[in-house]
């Protein structure tokens, strides 16, 4: 169970009754999970829970499901882009040193040969931190299988093991697949208008009267208006009027969808690994999460997506909302803090453990005396001198370490409900 801005007097009183409650998140927006004892034996029959994965380029569904009902759901927001960038800064430093003739490392040999499976650091970050989640859902939940989003049309040939060519690839999801292709590369709008929420028709950018064809980079969505009032013009005809629209939408056409291409490149890395958990894993396509969760009329989110990959026949959600779980890695091995010149501003202290604390801990902080008496929940930056700050509502500096209790220890992630 979840209670949001549960009562400090509330959460003693239930831990008094062995439970344990667990904080998640910051400030005003504070949420505590509250669990059973998980010392005590249950000796009831459970019914097996399955874990499914949508697994994304920026952010990864997770849903649980026990029979037919979602009990629990969360997105996991993975930080490639900010490990690419940090690469490709190193990078740029370390040249820069080079071509000074500065103290630098030395450029390695490029005869180093890679190993098989091998997946760029952003990319394998996506990896590893779905497996971190798995892992740890595994260890506190009865999890008997796993589904992740991966293989396209696979209940076709499961219903018919002959079929094979054209009937393999026209089934009953045809279609679907190009259609959430389309929806993820033109943002689920108009490409002429910029309308939302309307259904939207299959365009081609060249008409196929004048020799379009049906490639996918000669398609776009179109609301029912515009597709009818383009007709079979040249869209440099069409969009004569507005050449700013013309221009984005030619761009857009060429441009390929790079968070498909990353999913593409660790969809089988991340199958591989869960295959290694010693429980059976099953695959749903992309284009069967879609229709299961047009049929069953959900939102389009990422968890919920999560709850409708595979085969199933009905869902009963029974939460709200998902926790959301950010990935914020662990800091960083720079030994000083430079200003937006580049100039060392300040040292870092070589011990990151300070009285026990350390920066990204979310502590309880209780003041009785002073100034800033209070209570103060939050996350923790750490000082040599033993007075922290406290970012809860808003940043609180100045907080000893005496007044402070550990909530939760720093892992990597932030968390919000």
Same mark, same amino acid.
């Given at each position: 169970?979840?209670?949001?801005?549960?009562?400090?007097?509330?959460?003693?009183?239930?831990?008094?009754?062995?439970?344990?409650?667990?904080?998640?998140?910051?400030?005003?927006?504070?949420?505590?999970?509250?669990?059973?004892?998980?010392?005590?034996?249950?000796?009831?029959?459970?019914?097996?829970?399955?874990?499914?994965?949508?697994?994304?380029?920026?952010?990864?569904?997770?849903?649980?499901?026990? *029979?037919?009902?979602? &009990?629990?759901?969360?997105? !996991?927001?993975?930080?490639?882009?900010? $490990? +690419?960038? =940090?690469?490709?800064?190193?990078?740029?430093?370390?040249?820069?040193?080079?071509?000074?003739?500065?103290?630098?490392?030395?450029?390695?040999?490029?005869?180093?040969?890679?190993?098989?499976?091998?997946?760029?650091?952003?990319?394998?970050?996506?990896?590893?931190?779905?497996?971190?989640?798995?892992?740890?859902?595994?260890?506190?939940?009865?999890?008997?299988?796993?589904?992740?989003?991966?293989?396209?049309?696979?209940?076709?040939?499961?219903?018919?093991?002959?079929?094979?060519?054209?009937?393999?690839?026209?089934?009953?999801?045809?279609?679907?697949?190009?259609?959430?292709?389309?929806?993820?590369?033109?943002?689920?709008?108009?490409?002429?208008?910029?309308?939302?929420?309307?259904?939207?028709?299959?365009?081609?950018?060249?008409?196929?009267?004048?020799? *379009?064809?049906?490639? &996918?980079?000669?398609?776009? !969505?179109?609301?029912?208006?515009?597709? $009818? +009032?383009? =007709?079979?013009?040249?869209?440099?005809?069409?969009?004569?009027?507005?050449?700013?629209?013309?221009?984005?939408?030619?761009?857009?056409?060429?441009?390929?969808?790079?968070?498909?291409?990353?999913?593409?490149?660790?969809?089988?890395?991340?199958?591989?690994?869960?295959?290694?958990?010693?429980?059976?894993?099953?695959?749903?396509?992309?284009?069967?999460?879609?229709?299961?969760?047009?049929?069953?009329?959900?939102?389009?989110?990422?968890?919920?997506?999560?709850?409708?990959?595979?085969?199933?026949?009905?869902?009963?959600?029974?939460?709200?909302?998902?926790?959301?779980?950010?990935?914020?890695?662990?800091?960083?091995?720079?030994?000083?803090?430079?200003?937006?010149?580049?100039?060392?501003?300040?040292?870092?202290?070589?011990?990151?453990?300070?009285?026990?604390?350390?920066?990204?801990?979310?502590?309880?902080?209780?003041?009785?005396?002073?100034?800033?008496?209070?209570?103060?929940?939050?996350?923790?930056?750490?000082?040599?001198?033993?007075?922290?700050?406290?970012?809860?509502?808003?940043?609180?500096?100045?907080?000893?370490?005496?007044?402070?209790?550990?909530?939760?220890?720093?892992?990597?992630?932030?968390?919000?409900?």
């Amino acid at each position: 169970m979840v209670l949001n801005n549960l009562g400090v007097q509330e959460c003693q009183s239930r831990m008094m009754r062995k439970c344990h409650v667990r904080f998640v998140g910051e400030g005003d927006a504070a949420t505590y999970a509250l669990l059973p004892d998980l010392k005590v034996e249950i000796t009831a029959p459970q019914e097996p829970i399955t874990l499914k994965l949508d697994p994304g380029s920026q952010t990864t569904g997770i849903a649980l499901v026990q *029979g037919e009902n979602v &009990i629990f759901g969360a997105e !996991l927001t993975h930080r490639g882009q900010a $490990i +690419k960038a =940090g690469l490709e800064s190193r990078r740029s430093l370390r040249r820069g040193r080079r071509n000074r003739h500065t103290r630098y490392r030395k450029a390695r040999l490029l005869n180093r040969t890679r190993p098989k499976g091998w997946l760029t650091p952003s990319l394998q970050h996506r990896v590893e931190t779905t497996l971190t989640w798995v892992t740890r859902l595994i260890k506190v939940a009865p999890i008997s299988s796993v589904v992740q989003e991966l293989v396209r049309f696979d209940l076709q040939q499961i219903e018919n093991p002959e079929i094979s060519g054209v009937e393999y690839q026209q089934g009953v999801l045809c279609g679907y697949e190009i259609r959430e292709y389309l929806l993820n590369k033109w943002e689920r709008k108009c490409a002429y208008c910029g309308v939302v929420d309307t259904p939207l028709q299959v365009e081609q950018i060249h008409p196929k009267a004048k020799g *379009g064809s049906d490639r &996918i980079s000669n398609l776009c !969505l179109a609301c029912e208006k515009c597709n $009818i +009032k383009k =007709g079979t013009q040249n869209i440099e005809q069409f969009l004569s009027k507005k050449p700013e629209v013309l221009k984005q939408i030619l761009s857009q056409a060429k441009r390929p969808l790079k968070d498909a291409t990353a999913v593409n490149s660790t969809r089988w890395a991340l199958f591989n690994r869960l295959c290694m958990t010693g429980l059976p894993v099953s695959t749903g396509s992309g284009g069967l999460t879609k229709f299961n969760r047009t049929r069953l009329n959900l939102a389009k989110t990422h968890w919920l997506d999560a709850a409708c990959v595979g085969r199933i026949e009905s869902l009963k959600v029974l939460i709200n909302k998902p926790l959301l779980i950010k990935a914020t890695g662990h800091g960083t091995r720079q030994m000083c803090r430079t200003d937006k010149l580049g100039f060392p501003s300040r040292y870092v202290p070589r011990f990151k453990f300070v009285k026990g604390f350390q920066t990204g801990d979310i502590v309880k902080a209780v003041v009785t005396s002073g100034k800033k008496v209070g209570i103060y929940v939050g996350r923790v930056a750490v000082r040599t001198s033993g007075s922290f700050n406290i970012s809860a509502s808003g940043l609180v500096s100045g907080i000893s370490h005496k007044y402070c209790s550990l909530v939760h220890r720093k892992d990597g992630y932030s968390y919000a409900a």
